[in-house]
């Protein structure tokens, strides 16, 4: 069955630099996402992403969170700037339609420590 | 807005006995309603949705839910809980008109053998 992949699984980064999260959503998927777990917390919804453009994001996808697909296959969020509170488990999800009584297909999570 | 409640952190419950965990919602219009299963170190996994239809809906792994309109809750529950079931469970809603998930807390479940 094919799946969201996601590289790395985990991630530690210093405060303050660059960090580039990578996703391959399934092949013939359209629609793609980004969520957010803080440890210990629910899951958040960063942003959503159609046809080379932001559909729709969250108040937390803020001028440091940028999202590409630069080729056909991967997915990428980029966090400039990275801060403490940046730490947390990122999901990668993607599906055919975005229509409501379509499910997400997620990716197993990058875990992203921010020392 | 959406929003999800799940009020149990945590539930225990015994091998071989049935479990429930629960979820309530709050939406404007029709809701669209999932349960996904997070196991240690993946991620998030499908188990069920109801959009409309039958209140009752059959999943993966034996699971089933009960959307109730009237009590705004839509339960997660299985007959006979195994080990292996234990692992931590969101419920999820959606509008009609959104393409995102709105998540709750999670549950952990924890099956005892």
């Known amino acids: 069955e094919p799946e969201v992949t996601q590289t790395p699984s985990h991630q530690v980064t210093q405060m303050g630099q660059e960090v580039i999260l990578r996703c391959v959503p399934i092949?013939?998927?359209?629609?793609f996402y980004w969520y957010r777990q803080i440890l210990g917390q629910k899951v958040e919804f960063l942003v959503s992403?159609?046809?080379?453009?932001?559909?729709?994001k969250s108040e937390i996808f803020d001028d440091q969170f940028s999202v590409e697909r630069p080729d056909g296959s991967n997915f990428t969020l980029k966090i400039r700037s990275t801060k403490l509170e940046d730490s947390a488990m990122y999901f990668c999800?993607?599906?055919?339609?975005?229509?409501?009584?379509?499910?997400?297909?997620f990716g197993p999570g990058t875990r992203l420590t921010v020392t | 807005a959406q929003s999800v409640a799940q009020p149990e952190d945590q539930v225990n419950v015994a091998e071989g006995n049935p479990l429930t965990v629960k979820c309530t919602y709050s939406?404007?219009?029709?809701?669209?309603l999932f349960w996904y299963v997070q196991y240690p170190n993946r991620g998030l996994q499908f188990l069920l949705k109801?959009?409309?239809?039958?209140?009752l809906v059959k999943g993966s792994y034996g699971f089933e839910a009960e959307f109730n309109k009237s009590q705004t809750s839509f339960h997660l529950k299985k007959p006979s809980a195994l080990v292996s079931d234990s692992a931590l469970y969101f419920c999820?809603?959606?509008?009609?008109?959104?393409?995102?998930?709105?998540f709750g807390p999670g549950t952990r479940l924890s099956v005892l053998p």
């Open positions: 999800a993607s599906n055919q339609e975005p229509t409501s009584s379509y499910e997400q297909y």
């Open positions: 092949s013939n998927h359209l629609y």
């Open positions: 992403f159609y046809n080379n453009e932001i559909s729709e």
């Open positions: 939406v404007s219009g029709n809701p669209y």
């Open positions: 109801y959009i409309t239809g039958d209140n």
């Open positions: 999820a809603v959606r509008d009609w008109a959104g393409q995102n998930f709105v």
